[in-house]
């Protein structure tokens, strides 16, 4: 009877949703923590999750496996949509063998992996995971590179999200590190290469979990951390939101809305955020919000590096990735940090044929010891290599301070920049105008009877002479100085301007960016 055929492939079915059993999905729940399907379900539209590989178990024997023998053996995985835009999904499941990888879970991730690149559509991972099934040996090890083969092969192809929500360890940590975006949950997800009981046995060193990999750690440290998110609900509402600026694939336009934000709008008090003294700091914040439609910015990376503000925002209701000196921090200068933070974010935008709005205000580079031996060298290259790869459109406005190399760093004309703007207020030049009268006219001032004012008098002439954006824009390397009240309408004509914009490069397999 067929009827005995649907009875028990209901009862597999059943089987499969229930994970490792009620018991695991309490201590799970109990925890405070979601399951795996909750979570596809809780980002997924409502009814939209199609599930891949439900009955999928592993085969392994050895150490009595076949009596801990799943359904989905670990990992939730499918496809659904959210806001109407199909992405896949996969889930560790902790309910399972604490969401080990094993040779099967891995072949259902790179599966899901090869139907998004395939359809070009984005590809959320959601971890909670102890990493390697250590049951499984070399194969659970294999299954882990085959899905960081696929990290690469996706890589500019189509985005890859990571939500962290649990334990990652060991080469578990590296997938989420080769995606476009990582998201950790706050005192619930954690990631680390080795573990603290390791740390302490190899280096005598003492460190919870949380101080060692937890979610600020890597958000406000390491950088790993593109967000923190305070629980898996606001996890769920970063990925949704990062997606509304984003397109689905490499080869389709970023999303385009309606806006209600007037197109010519000026903002005379905009001129007003910039103190006249250019040593005062200041947030450039509010200077990003005023250009934006609405006043809405989505910032990446807020915790980390903050002399260097980067994310998207929409101008006439087309999305545009801005990136900024932030002057309330190290005055807004240059660093490793930074410049790691601004030029990958750069090249994700290049990726996706996002435009890249660069706002300019920085002293420099920073100085000292630490950056010099720790490769500010080559990690600023960087940010240089990033402008210059990039093809989509770039306008950058000098606001203030542009000295030296970091003017140069910071989406300089040659840097194959299409449009260069600058206030009134910037100050384009080798050095800073105190700073190069000092090392110009060092013995004059020694010897000057009144050095004060004859630094002043030479800082003013300096000033006039050089450190200003009229000098630039007789070169043409600045296009033009605007008023800055016309930021806003004047972005926006730049960026119409250059919609049609096709630029390519040099035939080459790649370039070799300095790691």
Partial sequence: MHSNKINEFLDKKKSATQGGGQDRIKAQHDKGKLTARERINLLLDEGSFVEIDALTTHHYHEYEMQKKKFY????????????NRQVYVFAYDFTILGGTLSQMGAKKITKLMDHATRNGCPIIGIADSGGARIQEGILSL??????????????????????????????????????????????????????PDVVKTVLGEEVSFDELGGAMTHGTKSGVAHFVAQNEYECMDYIKTLLSYIPQNSTEEPPKIQSDDDPNRLDHNLINLKPEDSLKPYDMKPVILSILDNNNFFEIHELFAQNIIVGFGRMNGRTVGIVANQPMYLAGALDI???????????FCDCYGIPIITLVDTPGYMPGTNQEHNGIIRHGSKLLYSYCEATVPKITIVIGKAYGGAYI????????????????TAQIAVLGSEGAVKIMNRKELANSDDPEAL?????????EKFANPYVAASH??????????????????ALEMLSNKRDKQLPRKHGNINL
């Fill in 455 to 463: 630094k002043k008098q030479l800082v003013d002439e300096f000033t």
């Fill in 337 to 347: 940090d930074s410049s790691n933070k601004a030029s990958r974010f750069i090249r």
């Fill in 72 to 83: 989905n053996d670990g990992v939730v995985g499918g496809y659904g949509t959210i806001h």
């Fill in 409 to 424: 760093a910071m989406g300089s004309k040659n840097l194959r920049t299409d449009i260069n703007y600058a206030w009134p």
């Fill in 142 to 195: 294999d299954g882990f590179a085959d899905i960081f083969y696929h990290n690469e092969l996706a890589s500019g192809v189509v985005p890859q999200i990571t939500a962290s929500i649990g334990p990652s360890a060991g080469g578990a940590v590296y997938s989420p590190a080769m995606t476009d975006f990582v998201i950790m949950v706050d005192k619930a997800a954690t990631m680390f290469v080795t573990g």
């Fill in 476 to 493: 043409g390397t600045i296009d033009t100085v605007i008023d800055p009240a016309e930021t806003r309408p004047m972005l926006i004509k």
